[in-house]
């Protein structure tokens, strides 16, 4: 059984950086895509970044909310994945999930993590 565990939430103010870590438990994967995703009160889930492992190497995607502020790096020894999140803005405010799927190819993700809180106030 895989287990998807966030961290590194919490309140910053507008300008602050954060990190979220996302560890994975229970099951390796040859090629893999673990994706950060978040859902604001009243919205829905929206993607936010991806990376994706496989023969061909790495890959990166990003929302283009996002792009130039937030990071997202993996440490494969840890099974672990990171969202740096930088000049952060009001409208970053969410709950953030973690998602994983055993394939670098597009499709839904099966598996994913309790989501952590991100309050960024103006």
């Known amino acids: 059984q895989v287990q998807l565990v966030e961290a590194g939430g919490g309140l910053v103010q507008a300008g602050d950086s954060l990190r979220l870590s996302c560890a994975a438990s229970g099951r390796s994967f040859s090629s893999y895509t673990m994706g950060w995703f978040r859902q604001a009160p009243g919205k829905e889930r929206e993607f936010v970044a991806m990376?994706?492992?496989?023969?061909?190497?790495?890959?990166?995607d990003y929302a283009d909310s996002v792009k130039g502020r937030f990071t997202i790096s993996s440490d494969n020894r840890k099974n672990t994945v990171y969202l740096q999140m930088n000049s952060l803005k009001p409208e970053d405010t969410a709950v953030y999930y973690c998602a994983l799927k055993g394939s670098a190819l597009p499709g839904r993700f099966d598996y994913w993590g309790q989501g952590t809180q991100v309050t960024v106030s103006s």
């Open positions: 990376i994706t492992f496989s023969w061909r190497g790495g890959n990166t």
